[in-house]
Each structure stands twice: as structure tokens, then as C-alpha cells.
């Protein structure tokens, strides 16, 4: 039976600015917290599939990141310490401790990030086709001062929304998620495709587009230092990733399969945003490894 979903507006400050953001919760047992990936088109809705199947069991709460979502949001430089200081206050909102976080993308290496520190905050972690370093990073082989370039042009004044939308427009947006997010490349289309364009659309959407794109949102600077994250947290950990992840990627996250303690899940379909495309059989993992 599905269970309803109460959404509503959470209000964070950061450097002086309001940031207000999308939030939805249903259930009323243990409570999981679902992170969606950082990316030009990502909202909290990605997880929405999830929390339908797994809101029978469990409270699920999830959130957009600041500087992302469909709501207007300020034109501030976003930060790794941002999203950090974010991922905090949106913890002890929430009560604290938690049963679970299912963490997609980047949002992984937040995750890990913060709870290498915060030991006891949560039960168990989920980390769905995780990543920790940004588009071009990857696609480069590492961090290039080019990046920050581009970064400053997107975000300018005068420049930046013409730039920011060149490489947004839907025909750009359909060949970079055929490539590497979506196993069908006809599966952004129609409504899902309209909806993803509100995502690109939102006031200030660029700034942390640029940011996540260009590699300002990585957290670490390295796989070692990706893998020893994993390695200092002692709640169990499910690493759930489809066997079409693209191979720079993909070899990221079966570097972190061998860390032990990680159990590990690989789809026999699914790019970067299975979880998205595929709800069903990602759900068939992770809900057992939250139920026991």
C-alpha cells in the first residue's frame, strides 16, 4: 500500500543568504534518510522510487542539496564546507541518529565524510553508484586550473546564463545522460524530460552546476583518500552500482568493493542513476541489508 508523502519547504542560512529547500517525509518507521547524486539534474524526486518501496518499514526523509532542486536559490559560490555544514544541520533537524542513509553519486562521499567523524549517527549506509570526483575531474584524469576557468566564466555576470545554457538545452541534457546516467537512452523524454529542464531552469541553478561539474564539490582529492573514508566508519556499509556504469566510474566503485566491511551489490543493468532507472531491483538490495 503506498503511503502518503508530506512535503515541505526547509529553511537553511549560509553566508547571510535564506536558502530554501524541497523536502519530503512518509512513514512512520525507523527513520532513512534518502540523499539524491549531485548533478545539473538532480532533485530529491530521483530518490522518490525508492522512498515509495520502502516507506511500508521505514520513515524516509529526503531533501534536496543546497544549490540544487527546483526552488530559486541565491547566487552564492557553493563549497564543499557548505554542503558539509548542510548535512549537519539537516542530521540534528531530523533527530540525530538514523536508522540508515542511502546516499546516491556524490552525495556518497559526503556521506562518508561526515560520518567518519560522527561515528555513532548512523545504523548502516547505503551508497548507490557513489562517485567522488566531478564530470570533467574524471573525464580529464584529474584536476586541471582549466576547470576553475570555466567555473568562473559559468558563474560571471555577464556571460554566465547564456554559457550555463548552451549546456543545458534539452539536446545537450539527452546525449550526456544516454552516455553515462540512463542504460535506455530514450528514458529521459516526455514529462521526465520536462521535469529535468525545471531542474536547469531554477533561478541561480547555474552556480552549482558549474561547481559540481568542474570538480569544486569534490570532497577528496583522491581514491586513496576515497577509500580510507570507507575504511574509518564502522556501520555497515552496501555499495549497490549496475554493471553498465561507465568505466572510469565504474573502476571507483570496484576499488571500493574491496575495502573490507563494504558489501557489494552489482546490477546486471544500470548506469550512474540506477537507482532512478531501475527502483526495483535496487530496492530488492538495499531492503534487506536495512532490515537486518
Known amino acids: 500500500m503506498m503511503v502518503a508523502m508530506i512535503s515541505r519547504e526547509l529553511h537553511w542560512s549560509w553566508q547571510g543568504q535564506n536558502v530554501v529547500l524541497g523536502m519530503d517525509e512518509a512513514g512512520c518507521g525507523p ?84 560520518v567518519s567523524s560522527h561515528l555513532s549517527v548512523v545504523d548502516r549506509i547505503v551508497l548507490i553508484a557513489p562517485t567522488w570526483r566531478g564530470p570533467l575531474p574524471t573525464m580529464a584524469g584529474g584536476h586541471r586550473p582549466l576547470f576553475a576557468k570555466i567555473r568562473r566564466a559559468v558563474e560571471s555576470r555577464l556571460f554566465g546564463p547564456l554559457l550555463y545554457r548552451i549546456n543545458v538545452n534539452p539536446l545537450m541534457m539527452r546525449m550526456m545522460v544516454a552516455g553515462h546516467v540512463y542504460s535506455d537512452k530514450n528514458w529521459l523524454s516526455g514529462k521526465r524530460l520536462r521535469e529535468k529542464r525545471r531542474v536547469t531552469e531554477a533561478e541561480n541553478a547555474r552556480f552549482a552546476s558549474a561547481g559540481f561539474v568542474t570538480g569544486a564539490l569534490d570532497l577528496v582529492a583522491s581514491q586513496t583518500d576515497f577509500l580510507s573514508l570507507a575504511s574509518d566508519i564502522n556501520a555497515p556499509i552496501l555499495l549497490v552500482y549496475g554493471s553498465e556504469t ?22 546486471n543493468k544500470g548506469k550512474l542513476s540506477v537507482h532512478e532507472e531501475f527502483p526495483d531491483e535496487v530496492v530488492q538490495a538495499v531492503k534487506p541489508f536495512l532490515t537486518a
Do not use: N
Open 31 to 114: 527513520p532513512v534518510l534518502l540523499l539524491p547524486a549531485l548533478s545539473s539534474i538532480s532533485t530529491r524526486d530521483e530518490m522518490r522510487p525508492l522512498a515509495d518501496r520502502l516507506t511500508p518499514q521505514f520513515r524516509t526523509i529526503s531533501v534536496d542539496w543546497p544549490g540544487f532542486g527546483t526552488k530559486p536559490r541565491p547566487p552564492v559560490r557553493w563549497t564543499p564546507d557548505a554542503l558539509l555544514a548542510f548535512l549537519d544541520y539537516l542530521i540534528k533537524t531530523i533527530g540525530g541518529r538514523l536508522h540508515g542513509v542511502v546516499a546516491a553519486g556524490h552525495a556518497a562521499t559526503y556521506v562518508l565524510y561526515y
Open 246 to 267: 561507465p568505466r572510469r566510474s565504474r573502476a571507483e566503485m570496484e576499488a571500493l568493493a574491496t575495502v573490507p566491511g563494504v558489501q557489494t551489490v552489482c546490477l
